[in-house]
């Protein structure tokens, strides 16, 4: 696998990694996003519904946390997880944890860390981790490691340093059962740069994983409300500048468009694509503008629009929903507000998703309301694809010189 | 015997439908319907789409699938999202973005509904007329006393609809009833039986004559995780199927079937995501199109009564261990088993 970057700009790379996959032949570009997935599955979707989406990223992200339980059964298949959910030719990316359930604290020990699943609890030590890598088979797997410093609001540096100990250990024994396994060494492992908010640990963890052979890096512990991360955005810069050039870097929990662009600005190539899933279970639709570059008739009608939803987003209060207890943000409209009940435009006037080439806001106004699955189908469609479509004008506006527009654009939209 | 109804003209309705085979031994027939949305072949299965939408698969999957009339429920629609928005919708059609046939209980296609259950006896059933209110004791060998009835037959309808019998009458008089009806009803106009929807009920009612069908069953039994096979169903949430890397049937070609093993669906079906309840809605209304497809398939090439037996010996394990109630519905059409 080789990264080459095209060019770089305020600190954000712009490349491709090349000769991914078992096959030696895909491509990504960067910045860009993985596909999130629920057990092997885009929620929502099936084979059929997933094609329809233009855009889906190379690769896919899949969760020990919803896999692990399944070891047994991959074991047998021997086929690798890829084959088993019906994506034999997609690149995957196997994270340890959902980033949108939290994970409780209190279960990382100095031999095992825990994934929670559907049945429960799973302890893997590292030799039962790489036992359950070895039955995956993911092209990319994240180490097993210790993130849940950042679970709790303050850290302690005794916690941090441990963070950090603990992740290195585990890293090492896993390269050396790596190293021990035909099966394993076609994976490639991803280090996880761990330390809470202490910077002393930060740059330790960043340089001693950097030392080690592995195929890219994982900045965890970064994720949290929009507050927390302003503030260790300049954690965040230290440790990409500890990071060697050609290899990614990952970040997990972090989703939402305007902290997208700030991790970019920071060093950061690959994020999770979750933040759709969660636009989606409440019932709502990604509308924000990255058209950063549009026609002046355009841009006064969607100026409109956008001060229109942005007003409209002042009187909205966080709402509850099931598993994803977040407030709205400006990036999307609530289909369950009544004024959507006669709008018989698309979701996005333009957009060339399934959803808004085929239905109206009417109509998954209507399938909200009387508690319809298709309204999460024609949903997650729409969002993924989407977002999906602003990365890549993430890209282009790298490409064209162009992000300080597209900056300036999404944070205008962030409330 | 009632006196000989006076012949009214049945010129005016439309034709609709156009025969194109039928059994020589049993009533089942082949045919097309002409429908304001296109052709539709029967015999037929109609997905039902209550609230203007197929319980999460999209119009393009449906029409992947080939289906080309569903149901959808006025009824419901009333309520929600009402008339008025339907109309400003475009209609049902516009509203949930369907291109082929719609059949809804009331309004476009006219059907008329037989009559409504009111109460089974040991003489027979009690029917009420919904046009005068009239209580009629229907029973197998009182033939005659379906006044009523033949009133209806002579109506000029584009087709009927057999309903009320999808309750919790016994198999016994179901299909007694439904035989009833269909030779009753003229030859050259659609037989649609309402509610009518597991496997061996469609095959045999298709050779009672009846030619078009829906039912909840399928697109229901797929979101509680039961996958229908030609041998009856694979409830895939048992851990029986935690390891089984096959299909859920090798000779399906629907997308789920296609893509994803038991296994899979197994594993899927016990997570949050949703998707595991689409990939069985999408193989269960395939099968159920498959199946009346390959019914249609042996009429038109005149070998029904063998698919007959060949079904039920699949299903059942031998065709003599088909449920008594069935085996004598068939043999009343001249079809025997095994």
């Not at chain 1, 509850?320 to 400006?330: A, K, R």
């Not at chain 2, 429920?73 to 046939?101: C, D, S, V």
Request: with cysteine; aromatic share 8%.
């Amino acid at each position: 696998m080789k990264l080459s970057l095209t060019k770089v700009v305020n600190g954000c790379r712009l490349g491709k990694i090349k000769n991914l996959g078992k096959t030696r032949d895909h491509t990504m570009d960067i910045p860009g996003c993985l596909l999130y997935t629920k057990t092997g599955s885009a929620p929502h979707l099936t084979h059929h519904t997933l094609r329809n989406i233009h855009g889906v990223p190379a690769m896919v992200q899949l969760t020990l946390s919803s896999l692990a339980e399944h070891h047994e059964v991959l074991t047998e298949y021997k086929d690798g997880v890829g084959k088993f959910i019906g994506m034999p030719e997609s690149l995957l990316y196997c994270s340890l944890h959902d980033p949108v359930s939290p994970c409780p604290a209190g279960y990382v020990t100095n031999k095992s860390a825990s994934v929670w699943g559907v049945s429960g609890r799973v302890e893997m030590t590292v030799s039962k981790f790489m036992a359950i890598q070895q039955a995956l088979q993911p092209d990319w797997f994240q180490c097993l490691s210790d993130g849940e410093v950042s679970c709790k609001e303050a850290t302690s540096i005794k916690r941090a340093r441990k963070s950090v100990d603990r992740s290195l250990l585990f890293l090492d024994n896993c390269l050396q059962l790596q190293e021990e396994s035909e099966v394993l060494q076609k994976s490639v492992i991803i280090g996880v740069i761990e330390g809470g908010d202490v910077m002393e640990e930060r740059l330790r963890s960043a340089r001693e994983t950097a030392k080690r052979p592995v195929g890219g890096f994982l900045l965890d512990g970064f994720q949290g409300n929009p507050t927390t991360l302003e503030t260790r955005l300049r954690l965040l810069s230290s440790v990409t500048a500890e990071l060697p050039e050609d290899k990614p870097r990952l970040i997990s929990g972090i989703s939402r468009p305007d902290e997208v662009l700030e991790c970019i600005e920071r060093g950061v190539d690959l994020f999770e694509s979750f933040f759709p899933y969660q636009v989606t279970e409440r019932g709502c639709a990604l509308t924000f503008n990255f058209d950063y570059q549009p026609d002046p008739e355009e841009t006064l009608l969607q100026q409109n629009g956008t001060q229109e939803e942005i007003k409209c987003v002042d009187h909205i209060k966080k709402i509850e929903t099931t598993g994803c207890n977040q407030e709205i943000t400006s990036f999307e409209i609530n289909l369950k507000e009544k004024k959507y009940q006669e709008d018989f435009n698309p979701l996005v006037r333009g957009c060339s998703c399934y959803c808004c080439k085929n239905h109206t806001r009417a109509y998954i106004h209507h399938l909200l309301v009387t508690n319809e699955l298709l309204a999460g189908v024609l949903l997650m469609m729409h969002n993924f694809e989407h977002y999906f479509g602003f990365f890549h004008s993430i890209r282009e506006a790298l490409k064209s010189d162009k992000l300080a527009q597209l900056k300036e654009l999404i944070h205008r939209q962030a409330s | 015997m009632a006196g000989a109804a006076t012949q009214v003209s049945l010129e005016s309705a439309p034709r609709i439908m156009r025969l194109v085979a039928e059994c020589s031994r049993s009533r089942a027939r082949a045919g097309e319907l002409r429908l304001p949305h296109g052709t539709v072949a029967t015999p037929v299965f109609m997905p039902v789409g209550t609230q203007a939408t197929m319980k999460g698969i999209t119009t393009e999957q449906l029409d992947a699938l080939g289906c080309r009339i569903c149901l959808g429920n006025t009824y419901h629609l009333g309520l929600r999202p009402g008339p008025e928005l339907i109309q400003k919708a475009n209609g049902l059609h516009g509203f949930m973005n369907w291109p082929h046939n719609l059949l809804t209980d009331s309004g476009g296609f006219q059907m008329v509904s037989l009559v409504s259950l009111s109460e089974v006896t040991e003489e027979g059933v009690r029917f009420r007329s919904p046009y005068d209110g009239n209580e009629t004791l229907l029973s197998p060998e009182k033939s005659v006393q379906i006044q009523n009835a033949l009133e209806m037959t002579k109506r000029d309808v584009p087709g009927f609809a057999i309903g009320g019998l999808s309750g919790g009458e016994s198999k016994a008089q179901f299909w007694r009833m439904v035989a009833l009806s269909t030779s009753r009803l003229p030859k050259d106009k659609p037989r649609y039986l309402m509610g009518v929807g597991y496997a061996t009920d469609l095959v045999v009612c298709v050779a009672l004559g009846c030619d078009m069908f829906d039912c909840v069953f399928p697109t229901r039994t797929a979101r509680f995780g039961s996958a229908l096979v030609p041998t009856g169903n694979l409830q895939l949430r048992k851990k029986v199927f935690e390891k089984d890397f096959g299909p859920i049937d090798p000779e399906c070609t629907c997308p789920t079937c296609q893509n994803h093993s038991r296994a899979f669906l197994h594993a899927l079906l016990h997570s949050d995501n949703t998707a595991a309840l689409h990939h069985l809605t999408v193989h269960n209304i395939a099968y159920q199109l498959q199946l009346m497809s390959a019914v249609r398939t042996s009429i038109v090439e005149k070998r029904f009564p063998d698919f007959v037996r060949d079904f039920m010996g699949t299903m059942y394990g031998d065709p003599t261990l088909c449920p008594t109630w069935a085996t004598d519905a068939l043999a009343s059409v001249g079809i025997t088993l095994g």
